[in-house]
């Protein structure tokens, strides 16, 4: 599932990791802090550079958003706790700056009335819509589904299934409760199901 997802989600161009390790390295004045931070931020580059290319939907303003996010991320670096989920974390900071940087801030904090707990509807785990969009072995199918879909569920699903981060951890991120994580996904997951069904004209 993860594979195919990665292929259809997959920007442009690539991040410009070397470019933002060096700007890393640039605005640390505590090697020691910096040599942390980097191990920990470097590997994750690609992955936030291609969440903030969904997010904001342009890869030179993806660029930009990563290079707020690294810069808030570092200066904020002596409150992460040691032990803790640095991906969850920085991802949250990727998201509330891209938020902040946005008159549509309210209307992206919206509490979805789909979102309760009680409303999630099951979904069988063995049979995801990535699985259908392998046997349909059309992954661009895949990717104008992910595009359709509400910001909402499309980043929730990108989360969980590109980012392959747990419940706990998307609702950090998000910064709602997990019954929320679960029920925006199950919905995630039916309504790119039904893209792609309607994509196919089969059923998944």
Known sequence: MPSAINSAVLPERSAPTQRYSSKIAMMTSSRSIGDRFQDLAVPLLASLYNHACWLVRDTTEAEDLVQETLTKALRAFESFEEGTNFKAWVFR????????????????RTVYLED????????????????????????????????????HLREVILLSDLEELKYREIAIVLDVPIGTVMSRLARARQALRKLLQSTSGGAA
């Open 116 to 151: 309760h707990p009680d409303s999630a509807e099951l979904t069988d785990p063995g049979s995801t819509p990535e699985s259908y969009a392998i046997q349909l072995d059309n992954l661009a199918v895949l990717r104008r589904a992910l595009e359709d879909l509400p910001p």
């Open 93 to 108: 900071i990727l998201r509330n700056t891209f938020l902040t940087s946005r008159a549509s801030l309210a209307s992206n």
